[in-house]
């Protein structure tokens, strides 16, 4: 009897530890992640090496169960997400993955091309189509296109931005119907579609969410492995390291530097979620100067919440605001070499 009742006990608490772990609730769950040293994963043909580093940071996001739900209670850097906060609207799993493929391919092919023209080095620009982020349920799209298709063409006229495909689309009418060829997975495609006006926007359209499809080809070559990472947010951290390799001169100055934020082709830096997350991360990795998005100085910008998160936490990590790649440059030349 005594087995069996041990039996029986270890079976119950393995039931409430699989349910405690397992049954998922209607929320993620976001924390810090990693800070990833960049030499360790950009690789630029011939590039220069060097003394400092810079690091990306990461925020680690999972569908929340009863343990991660209860650490939102008691850690003040385990935050809840509504689904509504992660995902689009009527997002599959697949056009999630497929969006934050597509936000972390254009963060490298941006951060590459803006670094190799601040170094004077050779790059060139192909605009490859359109490509779909997301399908619209019960649009004219649905059951025909596909996130990550390709659209190479409409009604066989080619365009060199999304604007320019909207501008097409926008200038028919209701009923008419177009010939869109797509790409997809290297099959090419030609299906025929009926417009409708779609109401969030007003106008005539097809029901998709798109952003251009470019081609970045460089000299020397320039190589990036992020499989295990997703989103924009690396670009401003991409860009700074590979202008590092790029150049004969340590911009770091022997300096352990993390940051965040999107970059534009122009240099902009977007901001992004989770800064203060980051800040813990950069913080726990060693990083002595953290770059934040600065959104021009507005109130509750990212620069001003990592400000606060570095007090809270008690961090000697400098914190650095930045609008643009240049503010990064301006601010790495006033440092002595360490």
């Avoid at 359109?130 to 063409?153: F, H, Q």
């Avoid at 600065?294 to 570095?310: D, F, L, P």
């Avoid at 008690?314 to 301006?330: E, L, N, Q, Y």
């Amino acid at each position: 009897m005594k087995r069996k009742s041990r039996i029986l006990i270890f079976s119950f608490v393995l039931i409430i530890i699989l349910f405690v772990n397992f049954y998922p609730l209607p929320y993620y769950v976001s924390r810090p992640g990693l800070a990833k040293v960049l030499d360790e994963i950009i690789d630029v043909e011939n590039g220069y090496e060097n003394d400092g580093e810079f690091m990306l940071t990461t925020i680690r996001i999972g569908k929340a169960n009863i343990i991660t739900f209860l650490m939102t209670k008691v850690n003040e850097y385990y935050q809840l997400e509504p689904i509504e906060a992660i995902r689009l609207e009527n997002e599959t799993d697949e056009e999630y993955q497929i969006r934050q493929l597509y936000y972390m391919e254009n963060s490298q092919e941006n951060a590459i091309q803006l670094a190799y023209e601040k170094a004077g080095k050779e790059i060139k620009v192909q605009m490859n189509g359109i490509y779909i982020l997301n399908v619209m349920d019960g649009s004219p799209a649905e059951g025909v296109l596909k996130a990550g298709d390709r659209i190479t063409s409409i009604d066989g006229e080619t365009f060199d931005s999304a604007k320019g495909f909207t501008d097409y689309i926008q200038s028919k009418q209701a009923g008419d119907k177009i010939e869109v060829t797509i790409n997809r997975n290297e099959k090419i495609i030609t299906e025929t579609i009926e417009l409708r006006i779609i109401e969030e926007i007003g106008k005539p359209g097809i029901g998709i969410s798109l952003v251009e499809d470019k081609e970045i080809m460089s000299n020397p070559e320039v190589d990036i492995n992020t499989s295990e990472i997703g989103g924009p947010s690396a670009g401003l951290m991409f860009a700074l390291e590979i202008y590092n390799q790029l150049i004969d001169e340590d911009i770091t100055k022997g300096f352990s530097i993390a940051g965040t934020g999107t970059i534009s082709p122009d240099g902009k830096v977007g901001p992004i979620g989770g800064i203060d997350q980051k800040v813990v991360a950069a913080d726990k990795a060693g990083a002595e100067i953290f770059f934040a998005p600065n959104e021009n100085g507005k109130k509750e910008s990212n620069y001003e919440i990592a400000v606060k998160t570095a007090k809270d936490i008690g961090t000697d990590m400098k914190i650095v605001p930045v609008d643009d790649f240049d503010d990064a440059i301006r601010f790495l030349q006033t440092l002595k070499e360490k």
